[in-house]
């Protein structure tokens, strides 16, 4: 920089003497090239910022707003402003606590599966090197359909009279099916192995990145040592996967909270309620246009724990970086 | 192993005197055994690892492969006991009503539509977005990028109700109601066109091309931009098909936003139009199967071409934030 800040002397010709300008002609030399770098930034942000702002910024607030009010959503039901009626109900309203319920004991059951199943396979993976690449694409394929067509998939699987599970369940144990989407506590536990099934391959393949990332020396030397498996692995593999593991818990949280597809395709919430998970729950009075303050309310609070969520995780992701340099 | 060692009269015979070798030997026969004992062991192991491996696969992939059955035959033959895996009669007539009685083709060519559209409009936005966060200097900066991340995580259900209100409020306006309202294409694409994740990997990757290109280009005369299409662009474009890939995998698998935004069977896509071939009620399995199975062979067809890319992109999602 200083090179072409201050040229070298011999290059400077005799009339050369430093720009002057007077406060007002600098001033507006300043102003100009301050709107020229705005506009030139406009230039590339504003398709971005257009989109974003009108179908995602100003619901977002709009949303807020709304929460204090009820209908709106059709015609012939105008939008009326009810103050806090809303929120003071959303802790009341046993609907909406069974969903906030149903959808915690699914978030947590889903996570604990899928994680430690993927851990499993990751290492695995990470031994056995042979064929590895198979394995890998073969566990990633359930993410390739749309959660929809998965589900409908194991609408097949778990079918009471010709699914694959019962006929199993018939023949090897005896007696008569089982109904995984029509009892309670099945059908949720049916919707938590369709989940974990279409994650799984995902998750082994982020923890497989984690575990490559394990420095090799540092195995090689504890194993010099004299540790054995477990302890390298509780020594060693679990301390440089533990930023990975609690960020990827939290992103886990975020988006198991929003379960719907499924649930909406193989229970539709049933039976009585059994599956009725948060997003099913707000959908539905959305759009069947029952008491839709309920709804609004319930919506912005999903915003707000997802907000926090996220912000806990960048939190993390911070730190780790911190612990990298 | 080690009696044998000495009770052998091979050895024994030829034994140079018993205290100092007898340990020794022994100690050998004993490291031989357990030596070849953990081999057997992490034979076993090994074997042991592939077969749990194989049956998570098999588990996997096998769904898939139940449909194929009952998208073949008629629905009724399903439910004979003992079950009849191949069926006697296979038809294709669940094809036949697939394609003359639904809107199948319809839901394909709207899938196509609203994904592929979503995906040009993404990564158009966002690159330029990204181009702008990681080379311009413009006041307000560091707070507008924080601002639009903040939103990275907003869930569609959360904005749902607004977003529909919205997109329903500009349908009444003179003239851009014609083209933004439920139930038109816009009205599907436009707030699906929103997530910012795009813009920060494009940032982060634009802001990885060394300064002293620009500087050359600038030198040269060359505006802000040509820079960007001309330098800028070819550099990235691995990152752009990451990103495309990432994005219209999401966008043809969504399915909450396109399940309120067209309801017409006109606009309606292919996630929302089979799942409305499940009746309430009664299903007709065979459709069903029919229909399912058509979607995902052309998909996993693709996949196994360009699989290292995929994984590429779902991995993006998660790891680049």
């Known amino acids: 920089m200083t090179a072409v800040d201050a040229p070298a002397p011999e290059a400077v010709p005799d009339d050369w003497r430093a720009p002057t300008l007077s406060d007002a002609e600098y001033r507006w030399r300043a102003r100009r090239y301050r709107f020229r770098t705005v506009r030139r930034a406009a230039g590339f942000l504003s398709p971005y910022l257009i989109v974003w702002g009108v179908f995602l910024a100003i619901p977002a607030v709009w949303g807020i707003f709304l929460s204090f009010n009820q209908g709106g959503l059709i015609k012939g039901d105008p939008r009326v402003f009810v103050g806090f009626d809303n929120w003071t109900r959303t802790v009341s309203d046993s609907e909406l606590r069974t969903a906030v319920k149903n959808t915690s004991i699914y978030v947590l059951i889903a996570i604990a599966v899928v994680f430690t199943l993927a851990i499993f396979l990751a290492s695995l993976l990470n031994h056995y090197k042979k064929g590895s690449n198979f394995y890998k694409v073969a566990l990633y394929f359930p993410l390739l359909a749309p959660p929809i067509l998965g589900a409908l998939m194991w609408f097949f699987m778990v079918n009471f009279d010709f699914g694959i599970l019962n006929l199993i369940k018939r023949t090897v144990i005896g007696g008569d099916g089982i109904r995984f989407l029509g009892d309670n506590p099945h059908a949720l536990l049916t919707i938590v192995a369709v989940e974990v099934w279409r994650g799984l391959g995902f998750w082994v393949l982020f923890y497989l990145a984690g575990l490559q990332s394990v420095p090799e020396e540092l195995q090689a030397a504890a194993k010099v040592d004299g540790a054995g498996k477990w302890r390298r692995f509780r020594r060693i593999t679990v301390p440089t996967l533990r930023p990975l593991l609690l960020f990827a818990l939290v992103i886990a949280v975020i988006f198991n909270f929003q379960l719907f597809d499924s649930v909406q395709v193989l229970t539709d919430g049933g039976p009585r309620l059994g599956t009725a998970t948060v997003v099913w729950f707000i959908h539905k009075r959305l759009f069947k246009f029952q008491d839709t303050g309920l709804a609004y309310a319930s919506s912005i609070g999903l915003l707000v724990v997802v907000l926090v969520l996220t912000a806990l995780s960048f939190w993390l992701l911070g730190k780790r970086r911190q612990r990298e340099a | ?321």
């Open chain 2, 1 to 321: 192993m080690a009696r044998d060692v000495t009770t052998d009269p091979a050895t024994l015979e030829e034994a140079p005197p018993p205290e100092a070798t007898d340990d020794a030997t022994a100690m050998a026969a004993r490291l031989a055994e357990a030596g070849r004992a953990k081999r057997l062991n992490e034979r076993t192991r090994m074997i042991l690892a592939y077969v749990v491996l194989t049956l998570f696969v098999v588990i996997a992939i096998g769904p898939a492969f139940y449909l194929i059955s009952p998208a073949f035959r008629d629905s009724v033959s399903l439910f004979t006991y003992p079950p009849e895996w191949i069926p006697s009669e296979p038809t294709l007539d669940n094809y036949r009503f697939l394609f003359s009685s639904t809107s199948y083709v319809r839901w394909a060519i709207n899938t196509l539509i609203f994904a592929g559209s979503t995906t040009l409009l993404t990564l158009a936005t966002n690159t330029m977005a990204g181009y702008a966060f990681a080379r311009l200097r413009f006041p307000g900066r560091n707070l507008l990028f924080f601002v639009i991340l903040a939103t990275l995580m907003v869930p569609v259900a959360a904005v749902l109700a607004p977003t529909y209100l919205t997109v329903n409020t500009i349908g009444d306006w003179p003239i851009i109601g014609n083209w933004i309202d439920i139930d038109t294409y816009l009205g599907l694409i436009l707030p699906s066109a929103v997530s910012p994740l795009g813009v920060f990997m494009m940032r982060q990757f634009i802001e990885t091309l060394p300064d002293g290109l620009y500087e050359a280009a600038r030198l040269d005369g060359a505006g802000e931009w040509r820079i960007f299409t001309k330098i800028v662009l070819p550099l990235i474009k691995p990152a752009l098909v990451v990103l495309g890939i990432f994005v219209f995998m999401l966008t043809w698998a969504s399915y909450l936003w396109p399940l309120v935004a067209a309801t017409d069977n006109e606009f309606r896509v292919l996630t929302v139009g089979i799942a409305s071939l499940k009746g309430q009620f009664v299903t007709d399995w065979g459709i069903l199967a029919a229909a399912s199975l058509l979607t995902i062979v052309p998909v996993t067809i693709v996949f196994l071409f360009f699989q290292k890319w995929f994984v590429q992109a779902s991995m993006a999602g998660a790891l680049k934030q």
